[in-house]
């Protein structure tokens, strides 16, 4: 069955750190990939999301992803944090397995900011 | 313009009675997803309308559950004869066409006491 495992439930990072958040998927073929932002109170926000093409992937507000096939992972990561990142990151693939319109997220990781 | 409205925000009930959840999907939208996500956890996928019709409800987790979006527009989340289980947030989203991105709504919270 098509899975995701973001291995990390809660990370605090200083304002100005460098950001990594892990993502990893099980899944019979290349899926779509995608990270959403949820914050409190808030909808679910899509930072970015990769189909095809050049594996490292540009979103908003300064994130980015990289896919590697060879390890099953699609990391996101920010150079610099801000303090109005904090929030909880999701983790959501789909794709031929179970239908490309149903998203099959990872449990979340909940991102702190200390200033 | 408007984004995924959901209404109520938050609706509170008692074990056994019937619930209604309504999703207002962005104009124009033709797919229409409804989630749920339980506390801690990322959402889960519960059902997916491309028009009127459930395009796949392999989601809904048994009999009591049913969705409709009969003008292929608003749809409505029905739960019959709620269990404290069913307590969870319910988010709607929806998409232009199939397999484009999906927006997200902010969600029900439901809570059965």
């Known amino acids: 069955a098509q899975s995701v495992t973001q291995p990390d439930i809660h990370i605090t990072v200083s304002e100005g750190a460098s950001l990594e958040l892990r993502c990893n998927y099980s899944?019979?073929?290349?899926?779509?990939l995608f990270w959403y932002v949820q914050s409190p109170g808030q909808g679910l926000q899509l930072l970015l999301k990769?189909?095809?093409?050049?594996?490292l992937v540009q979103g908003i507000k300064g994130f980015e992803a990289e896919f590697k096939r060879s390890q099953s992972s699609f990391n996101l990561r920010k150079p610099s944090v801000h303090w109005s990142d904090a929030a909880e990151y999701f983790c959501a693939v789909a794709g031929p397995s179970g239908g490309y319109n149903k998203l099959i997220f990872g449990a979340g990781t909940r991102l702190a900011v200390h200033p | 313009g408007a984004g995924v409205s959901q209404t109520p925000s938050n609706k509170v009930t008692e074990k056994g009675k019937y619930v209604e959840l309504r999703c207002d999907p962005i104009?124009?939208?033709?797919?229409l997803y409804w989630y749920r996500q339980s506390l801690g956890q990322g959402p889960e996928f519960l059902i997916y309308f491309q028009g009127t019709g459930a395009a796949d409800d392999s989601g809904l987790p048994n009999d009591r559950f049913f969705a409709v979006r009969p003008e292929g527009s608003v749809s409505t989340l029905k739960i019959q004869r709620t269990e404290r289980g069913d307590s969870a947030v319910y988010l709607c989203?929806?998409?232009?066409?199939?397999?484009?991105?999906?927006?997200f709504g902010p969600g029900t919270r439901l809570l059965v006491l």
């Open positions: 104009s124009g939208h033709t797919a």
């Open positions: 989203a929806s998409s232009l066409a199939p397999q484009e991105t999906q927006y």
């Open positions: 990769y189909f095809s093409g050049d594996t």
């Open positions: 899944y019979g073929a290349t899926p779509y």
